[in-house]
Nanobody, 126 residues
């Protein structure tokens, strides 16, 4: 069993930055593929970016490429989503998710993850 706790959301102006954290308890992240998702009001949850087990591959949706970066701190058992140059359309609740998979190197882009965090609100507005 893995518990995920997210933090770091908030209100930021367009062009600003936030770093979301996803801390895992129970097990190390090392055996998991990790994904970040978001859900805006009235919209379906969408994949934002992910990193494969083995940390060989990362993937991002086109709208965040070059602005969002996923990183990891093994000592803290925490995954981060660094978000720069934020836009109003990035406003959403952001979720991290993990999947214990034997496949190394594959980013899981669907919602087929076993464990999810509670979500953290990101609001980009003047």
């Amino acid at each position: 069993q893995v518990q995920l706790v997210e933090s770091g959301g908030g209100l930021v102006q367009p062009g600003g930055s936030l770093r979301l954290s996803c801390a895992a308890s129970g097990r190390s992240f090392s055996k998991y593929a990790v994904g970040w998702f978001r859900q805006a009001p009235g919209k379906e949850r969408e994949f934002v970016g992910g990193i494969s087990r083995g940390r060989i591959s990362t993937a991002y949706i086109d709208s965040v490429k070059g602005r969002f970066t996923i990183s990891e701190d093994n000592d803290k058992n925490t995954i981060y989503l660094q978000m720069n140059n934020l836009k109003s359309e990035d406003t959403a609740v952001y979720y991290c998710a993990v999947e214990e998979t034997p496949t190394i190197g594959k980013v899981i882009r669907t919602a087929a993850y076993d464990y999810w965090g509670q979500g953290t609100q990101v609001t980009v507005s003047l």
